[in-house]
């Protein structure tokens, strides 16, 4: 049986996702050509395969806290929050985290 795998920070405002079949290399390759040019430095330093063949605990026993502390552990000095749900840390107004480059809401629906 195969286990996915899985990265941190594949969207910005997704803390992990399972890798499809492009994985981090095609994700890389849609950064550097699709996405703004000063999000590049910080989507490619963020975007990383989760460590460890067992890092995540199966579907039904994930929780919060040990999908943030294994987080905290291996994507040092992260400015994700789980309060924002957003790799991005430009406030444009009270309520709504923006992209630097374009002072939009980032996302009208936030997931774990």
């Known amino acids: 049986m195969l286990k996915a795998k899985y990265a941190w920070h594949v969207h910005h405002d997704r803390l992990f996702e399972p890798l ?3 994985g981090i290399k095609e994700r890389r390759d849609f950064i550097k050509s699709q996405k703004p ?8 330093s963020l975007l990383r395969q989760i460590k460890g063949s067992s890092a995540l605990p199966s579907l039904a026993s ?3 806290k040990n999908i943030a502390s294994l987080h905290k552990e291996q994507c040092k000095d992260c400015p994700w929050s789980a309060s924002r ?3 991005f840390t430009h ?8 992209r630097p ?3 939009k809401r980032v996302s009208s629906s936030r997931g774990f």
């Open 20 to 22: 499809w079949a492009g």
């Open 37 to 44: 040019p000063e999000e590049r430095t910080l989507r490619l």
């Open 62 to 64: 994930r929780t919060q």
């Open 85 to 87: 749900q957003t790799i």
């Open 91 to 98: 406030q444009d107004t009270e309520r709504d985290w923006c």
């Open 101 to 103: 480059s374009q002072g």
